[in-house]
């Protein structure tokens, strides 16, 4: 069974800093690309950043680039998002998702993990 779990959400102070976790099982993602995106209250889903299972690529969205660092550990089989410098407009659920290199569709989806950020 393939799974995405994501952990380290939580409540933090505007200027601080949080890492979220998204392990994956169930096969190997070495031809995926893995992407973090967020959902805020009442707001479409938006891509935050993404990353190769390589390393070799990564990506990220204007709104959060230079503060947040996407990143692999490939022995945990696990991506990391650390999200430092946060702002209240960083509130959201966060989600990551693999889909196959080249492709547009997700196969795979995490349940989310709540980033709130108090002002």
């Known amino acids: 069974q393939v799974q995405l779990v994501e952990s380290g959400g939580g409540l933090v102070q505007a200027g601080g800093s949080l890492r979220l976790s998204c392990a994956a099982s169930?096969?190997?993602?070495?031809?995926?690309?893995i992407t973090w995106f967020r959902q805020a209250p009442e707001k479409e889903r938006e891509f935050v950043a993404a990353?190769?299972?390589?390393?070799?690529?990564?990506h990220y969205a204007d709104s959060v680039k230079g503060r947040f660092t996407i990143s692999r550990d490939n022995a945990k089989n696990t991506v990391y998002l650390q999200l430092n410098s946060l702002k209240s407009e960083d509130t959201a659920d966060y989600y990551c998702?693999?889909?196959?290199?080249?492709?547009?569709?997700?196969?795979?989806w995490g349940q989310g993990t709540r980033v709130t950020v108090s002002s």
């Open positions: 990353i190769s299972w390589s390393g070799s690529y990564t």
């Open positions: 169930g096969r190997t993602f070495s031809s995926y690309l």
């Open positions: 998702a693999a889909a196959r290199i080249g492709s547009s569709e997700y196969d795979y």
